[in-house]
């Protein structure tokens, strides 16, 4: 559909490329993006974009615009609080490489560790996240490459193995919010998530190729693997761009991780202070008859991760009364709250 809409407006521009192509991307700027607004609405979503009948409400994918930010996340605890059948090898192989890659920290293992992280960048097949700007997922792999595996790897509740999954990090590691630990779950799961892809797209009629795919954890092996797999495209006026999609049901929004950390920390403090006030016996008191406020601690606080760690190492038990508390706390989201993120331009939503 998209090429014939380029061929329409191109006809009678010349052509000085390799091949007979277009060599200037301005003409691809001024013909597609353009015409692309007029002709297709705005933003070109899944349903669209493959002459779909159905809707969000109607898919059990991720309706997301193809042309434009999706700023959803992949949420893990959404996996390991799934009981469903869809759900249940997804949750194993997280479950399996959180312990295994926790397991290796905790031995000093730094080769092996390395090497479980290696796969892990930004997924760009998926359009989710913080936006096309950053779909090459360059600098998310660079990131976790650097810097990030030295965080996980000094981090002494880690080291203490008082955490078994992986969704833990992001409560933890300064830099590892919701938009890295999205990445790092999507990259783990991506051979189920080919799977559901393949599967929608034998329901729906969508057509698929061969393409090729770096870094998709074998879930037996748990080795990375570079295969070509069978995936739908999108042709963006220059090139063909493979899609994977994602379940509906396991996806959140940015706002919603930055509620639970809150939750957690509020969690944490509360325990200490329950069990452990004497841990704050240097934290300079402005309450009513020296009492200690929730303000005085949060004060003394340089880093909110830094400091959650040190708590955690002399109170292990946080981490599992915060896991059998916050068990529901991480709902999924509702037909209605997606489709106002795939549905609404970014322009429009941040107005």
Not at 40 to 64: A, C, H, P, R, W
């Given at each position: 559909m998209i090429s014939e809409?380029?061929?329409?407006?191109?006809?009678?521009?010349?052509?000085?490329?390799?091949?007979?192509?277009?060599?200037?991307?301005?003409?691809?700027?001024?013909?597609?993006?353009?015409?692309?607004?007029?002709?297709?609405?705005?933003?070109?979503?899944?349903?669209?974009?493959?002459?779909?009948?159905?809707?969000?409400?109607?898919?059990?994918?991720?309706?997301?615009?193809?042309?434009?930010?999706?700023?959803?996340?992949?949420?893990?605890?959404?996996?390991?609080?799934?009981?469903s059948r869809l759900m249940a090898p997804m949750r194993t192989l997280l479950g399996r490489y959180s312990g295994v890659l926790l397991y290796t920290i905790g031995q000093q293992n730094r080769p092996n560790a390395e090497y479980l992280l290696a796969g892990v960048s930004e997924p760009k097949e998926t359009r989710l996240g913080y936006g096309i700007d950053n779909s090459d997922g360059r600098s998310a792999g660079r990131r976790v490459k650097g810097e990030l595996i030295d965080a996980i790897w000094n981090n002494p509740v880690i080291q203490q193995k008082s955490i078994n999954k992986i969704s833990d990090l992001r409560l933890l590691i300064t830099n590892f919010s919701v938009d890295r630990i999205s990445d790092t779950t999507t990259k783990v799961l991506k051979h189920y998530l080919i799977e559901f892809t393949q599967d929608q797209c034998r329901k729906l009629g969508i057509p698929m190729k061969a393409v090729f795919q770096k870094d998709i954890l074998n879930p037996t092996t748990l080795r990375w693997e570079h295969k070509n797999v069978e995936l739908p495209v999108y042709f963006d006026g220059i090139t063909d761009k493979p899609i994977i999609f994602v379940p509906k049901d396991i996806v959140n929004r940015q706002g919603d991780g930055s509620s639970d950390m809150g939750y957690f920390f509020r969690f944490a403090l509360n325990y200490v202070k329950s069990n452990d006030v004497a841990m704050f016996e240097h934290v300079q008191r402005s309450g009513k008859n020296n009492t200690l406020l929730v303000k005085d601690i949060k004060a003394s606080i340089d880093n909110t991760k830094q400091e959650l760690s040190k708590w955690i190492v002399v109170h292990p038990g946080i981490m599992d009364e915060y896991w059998i508390a916050s068990l529901n706390r991480i709902k999924q989201l509702t037909n209605a709250q997606i489709e106002q993120i795939v549905y609404t331009d970014r322009g429009t939503r941040a107005a």
């Open positions: 809409i380029t061929a329409r407006y191109t006809k009678g521009i010349p052509r000085a490329g390799r091949n007979n192509c277009y060599t200037d991307k301005s003409i691809y700027y001024d013909v597609y993006s353009e015409r692309q607004k007029i002709l297709l609405n705005m933003s070109i979503n899944i349903s669209g974009y493959y002459n779909l009948t159905l809707k969000q409400g109607e898919l059990e994918f991720v309706d997301v615009k193809l042309d434009d930010d999706n700023e959803l996340f992949v949420s893990p605890q959404l996996i390991e609080n799934s009981t």
